[in-house]
């Protein structure tokens, strides 16, 4: 390797003898210098200069060795740039590590003087640049990056406090993607109270993880152990930090944003990217105490907050207007009398444990005990919740911050006046239940843990009893949530009996994979039956999946699965009944049209993208439905609308986004031009079809299919065209013509066009869609939609997609292809 020259004026302030651009230790006698010249690690860091975007500034930084996209993960001189000139990187005597500037002025330094007669800097293999003594063989450093961490955190840092020594170790983010010196956000484990992890844009909180609670953090419920690293948090007199560790060759790593978000990514080999883990804030529900003191926020409701149970808002006035930070109070004031009690919330978010109190030994009922007599205490709860729960974590005055979530949060005592009523069987009495469970193996994976008929029957009927009495105290009972995953199991006969042996007259339609029939339980209840066709033998696997996939949610947007039938040869899933059909039924229909005024058509768009981003997001499995349109939607009584037919959905756990398959499956004039072209789908592919369905609902007319004397575009063409031309209100459907809701419908038709953009990078995740929605700031300008005009590249090539299932409708008509690839 060539030599590099020093500037001779450089050679009297110290000795330098460099031979190569890549060296491992920088030394009295060697140095690194300007344009990206290298100090590497063992194999997996490399440090040296570079600049920053379109910055014309330099840095001394610290990047990924074999990641060629350069991703720099630690900054030296992030406050103080080299303007205009290269830098040297040297030890000075007595025991300065300095960058040194073309004129020769020290442009950053770490002094160890004093410490050691012959330092040296050496990167680790970790990413860590230390500076040690040249014959300390230890770990011992006087000097390491990894305690002035930037904005990314490396396994092995350690993000928090040595009590100690005092020193403080959090992420800061960049200024922007062109300036690496502090920007807004910070991003600390808090050791107030509890510790925890805590997002904040200057002094101000943005986002909380809640305490760590021995198994993850109580605001991450889904963040479970996986394969790719391991992570906790050590608390200890000495000191309190959060860390991880890689436990694959999977390269990963998580930083916070200059725009404000923590993210973890991994790096993707084959597709040569940074791919994103987590990301948090998730959602709105995530913004600190956006429902004030003592409110609680669920992202499934419509506003997502509320007041917890026995609490009402402080102000109505404020609350009535959508301003809740002044949060809620008790219905009945606390008097710190004899005869205060504990009522038990289920499934949250724990609050702010800034002003907590913590034991690690005690139980549950000490725990409670202690809370008792200290009036000022308002709250306590398990501190770890594995094994069974242990440790006491108590709370005084407000409870700040609490997300409500549909499974998986924490249980949460809260103390109650002695005045409050209490409600009946709350001291634990669990309500009997006979379980019989029942598992049944059909081909690979289907496991129908189940009651049987007798059983299930017999429940429902003590549950009708007991209906008013449980919903009294919905938050309160002890029911084991482990029976919210039985999928209860009907017989045949029962079944034959309520559908009047699937009789014509009780036939509700035809999908794919066979027929949907009304039925009547013999307790009047309605049902709605899918039964497979008997040869179809593709459906099986659908059936599986259907079952697999929905017997595991729960959200009011997303169709109930009441049980399934498996006998014999038939195969047979048992839905609630919804009266009022399809939303194609309705929607495509200009009488019926006339029924569903804009009011509900925006509570039913915003139903579906609840559902969706519940499924996207918010449940235990992350899936995608890959087969969302107008006929897949259905109505209850009240025109709520419900997400059906998971037959073609897939999940996905935690860490993946998406993927790639051979098999298309899915309906023309939804499906994405990535998926449809390319077999690439993702949460992206159902965002495209929502927003073509919001377009069909706002206009009433299907996209495939669509009409126009002027041009030959589908739906999406023609809205875009609009768009463009500043007419989006012609695209309305004649019965929503006398409105007065315009802003909203603009604001539908807005989001719905950024949903079909061309590029799925561009389109919104589901939860910026509902946040859209619900709000009124500025939005992005779409970009050129994907499959505007009516000739879908699909149709070209789909002479071997001609086994697709029969449907009543042509349109509509759910299509698999296998693509050449
Ligand atoms: C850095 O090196 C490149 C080519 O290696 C050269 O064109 C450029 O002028 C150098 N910049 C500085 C500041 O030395
Ligand atoms: C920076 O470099 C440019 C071009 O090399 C030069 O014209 C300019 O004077 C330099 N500025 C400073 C502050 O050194
Ligand atoms: C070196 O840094 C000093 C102090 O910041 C500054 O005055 C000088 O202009 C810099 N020299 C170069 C060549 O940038
Ligand atoms: C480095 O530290 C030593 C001892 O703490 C101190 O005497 C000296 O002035 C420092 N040097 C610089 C350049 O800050
Ligand atoms: C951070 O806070 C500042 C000051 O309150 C505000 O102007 C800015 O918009 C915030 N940044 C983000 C990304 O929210
Ligand atoms: C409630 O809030 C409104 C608006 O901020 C205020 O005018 C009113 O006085 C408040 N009412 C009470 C009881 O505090
Ligand atoms: C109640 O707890 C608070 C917070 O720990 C403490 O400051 C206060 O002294 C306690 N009061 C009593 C009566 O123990």
């Not at 330094?109 to 860590?128: C, E, F, K, R, Y």
């Not at 800061?172 to 502090?182: G, H, L, V």
Request: hydrophobic share 35%.
């Amino acid at each position: 390797m060539e030599g590099l020259k020093i500037p001779f004026l450089f050679s009297s302030l110290f000795s330098m003898l460099i031979n190569s651009n890549a060296v491992d230790t920088i030394t009295k006698t060697q140095s690194i210098t300007g344009n990206n010249t290298i100090i590497s690690s063992g194999g997996s860091f490399e440090m040296g200069f570079f600049s920053p975007g379109n910055s014309q500034n330099t840095y001394l930084g610290i990047w990924y060795k074999k990641i060629f996209v350069r991703t720099v993960v630690w900054v030296a001189n992030r406050e103080t740039p080299l303007v205009n000139s290269s830098g040297i990187l040297t030890v000075i005597d007595p025991g300065i590590l300095a960058l040194v500037n073309a004129t020769g002025s020290v442009i950053w330094s770490v002094n160890v003087t004093g410490s050691t007669q012959n330092p040296i800097a050496q990167l680790m293999d970790s990413g860590n640049l230390v500076v040690k003594d040249a014959n300390d063989k230890s770990e011992h450093f006087l000097w390491q990056s990894f305690d002035y961490p930037c904005d990314t955190h490396l396994p092995g840092m350690k993000l928090g406090k040595n009590f100690e020594t005092g020193l403080e170790r959090h992420l800061s983010s960049w200024k922007s993607s062109d300036d690496p010196a502090r920007g807004e956000f910070t991003y600390r484990c808090d050791p107030q109270g509890y510790p925890q992890n805590i997002l904040n844009n200057g002094s101000v909180e943005v986002f909380r993880t809640g305490p760590w609670n021995g198994l993850g953090f109580s605001g991450r419920p889904n963040l479970k152990p996986n394969p790719i690293y391991t992570y906790g948090l050590v608390y200890t007199k000495a000191e309190v930090y959060y860390h991880y560790e890689l436990i694959s060759p999977v390269v990963s790593r998580y930083d916070v944003s200059y725009d404000g978000f923590v993210k973890r990514w991994i790096w993707v080999d084959p597709t040569q990217k940074w791919e994103i883990y987590h990301s948090s804030p998730i959602d709105n529900c995530d913004t600190y105490a956006l429902c004030g003191p003592n409110g609680k926020c669920n992202i499934a409701n419509s506003p997502a907050c509320g007041c917890l149970s026995k609490f009402v808002p402080r102000n109505q006035t404020e609350w009535g207007n959508g301003d809740y930070s002044n949060g809620c109070v008790r219905r009945t004031p606390l008097d710190c009398h004899n005869g205060d009690w504990f009522l038990k919330y289920l499934r949250y978010k724990m609050p702010d444990t800034r002003n907590s109190w913590f034991d690690r030994s005690m139980t549950l009922m000490e725990c409670e005990t202690v809370c008792l007599k200290n009036c000022s205490c308002t709250a306590y709860a398990n501190l770890d919740i594995t094994g069974g729960g242990s440790g006491c974590l108590l709370w005084f005055g407000e409870l700040i911050d609490m997300k409500e979530y549909s499974e998986n949060g924490q249980d949460i005592y809260i103390r109650m006046a002695s005045s409050e009523s209490e409600p009946v069987g709350s001291n634990g009495k669990r309500r009997e239940s006979i379980i019989v469970g029942l598992t049944l193996t059909i081909g690979m994976l289907l496991i129908c843990l189940s009651l049987t008929l007798y059983v299930w029957r017999k429940k429902n009927r003590e549950q009708k009893r007991k209906g008013l009495l449980r919903q009294r105290y919905n938050d309160d009972t002890n029911e084991s949530q482990k029976e919210d995953l039985q999928l209860p199991l009907f017989d045949l006969a029962a079944i034959i009996n309520a559908t009047d042996n699937f009789s014509e007259n009780n036939k509700l339609g035809e999908g794919g994979f066979g027929s949907v029939y009304k039925g009547f339980l013999e307790e009047g209840q309605e049902i709605a039956v899918k039964r497979l066709s008997r040869n179809s033998r593709q459906g099986l696997d659908e059936f599986k999946n259907e079952v697999i996939c929905i017997a595991k949610l729960q959200h009011r947007n997303l169709v109930k699965l009441l049980g399934c039938c498996i006998q014999g040869d038939e195969t047979m899933l048992i839905y609630e009944y919804m009266p009022n059909k399809s939303l194609d039924f309705f929607i495509f229909d200009r009488t019926r049209g006339t029924l569903l005024d804009w009011t509900k058509r925006f509570n039913i768009i915003n139903g579906i993208s609840r559902g969706l981003l519940y499924l996207h997001q918010d449940s235990r499995l992350r899936i995608i439905h890959r087969d969302l349109k107008a006929s897949n939607v259905l109505l209850d009584v009240d025109m709520n609308p419900k997400i059906s037919d998971f037959g073609m959905a897939r999940s996905f756990g935690g860490n993946e986004t998406g993927a790639n398959t051979s098999k298309v499956v899915g309906t023309y004039g939804y499906m994405s031009p990535e998926y449809a072209v390319d077999g690439i789908f993702s949460v992206k592919s159902d965002v495209f079809s929502f927003g073509v369905l919001v377009l069909e609902i706002i206009s009433g007319k299907r996209n495939r299919g669509f009409i126009h004397s002027a041009h030959r575009l589908n739906l999406v063409g023609h809205a875009w065209t609009l768009y463009k031309e500043g007419r989006s209100l012609e695209l309305m459907d004649g019965s929503l013509r006398d409105s007065c809701y315009l802003s909203e419908m603009l604001r539908s038709i807005h989001v719905a066009l950024l949903c079909v953009q061309q590029c799925p990078e561009d389109r919104p995740s589901m939860s910026s869609v509902v946040l859209m929605l619900s709000s009124e700031g500025a939005l992005p300008q779409p970009k050129q939609p994907g499959f505007y005009t009516e000739r879908n590249p699909l149709e070209a090539d789909s002479s071997s997609s001609k086994d697709a299932p029969s449907s009543t409708s042509v349109n509509e008509i759910t299509i698999t292809l296998l693509n050449a690839r």
